[in-house]
């Protein structure tokens, strides 16, 4: 049975059952494919001939070549005057959301945001999932950040397949969960949000154990 992550002298700490890591760092696959199939076809509209693998280069420059490539897809974005279309996925769309109201301004941001935004989930994501593969789950503090972010991510995911777009929403799907009962496909998924939200929110509460409260450092210290 899993454990709340909890503060531990190397980070943050977690007991989850092989399956349930498995189950994990397969959803952080999936959401990462959904990004990288995006980027693909980003690319191809945008017309600047890159791909978005969603990955490190091959090449011998390694991470060199991945960040290279990550900066040429950026001024692609900034020299073409072509506005990005919307993601056709209705989870794509919620994870690289519209940064404005005002159509012509969201075009705009978009073109010149998103393979930025992209590039920060896949790398968050891709972090997580060498992080699910040790047991116990154990993360560095300052890699704490990136992998709630990283749940979150797939949290949105399964949000939206669920059709969550209210708490409301997301308290019934949490009582469903509560139920104990999977019959199908949309109950299997209600409970995995569950668990996804509450190995979250276990994760970000033992990080805020650390955080220092104001005035209580020792006035006067000079060192």
């Given at each position: 049975?899993?454990?709340?992550?909890?503060?531990?002298?190397?980070?943050?700490?977690?007991?989850?059952?092989?399956h349930e890591r498995r189950l994990l760092s397969s959803?952080?696959?999936?959401?990462?494919?959904?990004?990288?199939?995006?980027?693909?076809?980003?690319?191809?509209?945008?017309?600047?001939?890159?791909?978005?693998?969603?990955?490190?280069?091959?090449?011998?420059?390694?991470?060199?070549?991945?960040?290279?490539?990550?900066?040429?897809?950026?001024?692609?974005?900034?020299?073409?005057?072509?506005?990005?279309?919307?993601?056709?996925?209705?989870?794509?769309?919620?994870?690289?959301?519209?940064?404005?109201?005002?159509?012509?301004?969201?075009?705009?941001?978009?073109?010149?945001?998103?393979?930025?935004?992209?590039?920060?989930?896949?790398?968050?994501?891709?972090?997580?999932?060498?992080?699910?593969?040790?047991?116990?789950?154990?993360?560095?503090?300052?890699?704490?950040?990136?992998?709630?972010?990283?749940?979150?991510?797939?949290?949105?995911?399964?949000?939206?397949?669920?059709?969550?777009?209210?708490?409301?929403?997301?308290?019934?799907?949490?009582?469903?969960?509560?139920?104990?009962?999977?019959?199908?496909?949309?109950?299997?998924?209600?409970?995995?949000?569950?668990?996804?939200?509450?190995?979250?929110?276990?994760?970000?509460?033992?990080?805020?154990?650390?955080?220092?409260?104001?005035?209580?450092?020792?006035?006067?210290?000079?060192?």
């Amino acid at each position: 049975m899993a454990t709340a992550f909890r503060a531990a002298s190397s980070g943050y700490r977690a007991d989850l059952q092989k399956h349930e890591r498995r189950l994990l760092s397969s959803l952080c696959g999936d959401v990462t494919e959904l990004l990288t199939r995006r980027g693909r076809e980003a690319s191809r509209d945008s017309g600047d001939g890159t791909e978005d693998s969603g990955r490190p280069s091959r090449g011998s420059g390694g991470e060199a070549d991945a960040l290279f490539a990550h900066f040429s897809a950026e001024l692609a974005g900034l020299d073409s005057e072509e506005p990005l279309p919307l993601p056709s996925d209705p989870v794509v769309r919620r994870l690289l959301p519209d940064a404005s109201e005002d159509p012509e301004e969201a075009d705009q941001l978009r073109r010149l945001t998103e393979s930025s935004l992209r590039e920060s989930q896949l790398a968050d994501l891709r972090g997580a999932r060498m992080m699910l593969e040790t047991s116990p789950v154990t993360i560095p503090e300052s890699g704490a950040a990136a992998f709630g972010r990283a749940l979150n991510t797939v949290r949105l995911t399964l949000a939206t397949r669920l059709e969550i777009d209210s708490d409301e929403a997301a308290a019934q799907v949490h009582r469903r969960a509560g139920t104990g009962r999977v019959g199908d496909s949309e109950q299997f998924m209600a409970e995995i949000y569950t668990f996804i939200t509450w190995l979250q929110e276990s994760l970000f509460e033992a990080m805020l154990e650390y955080v220092p409260e104001h005035g209580t450092e020792e006035e006067g210290s000079d060192t």
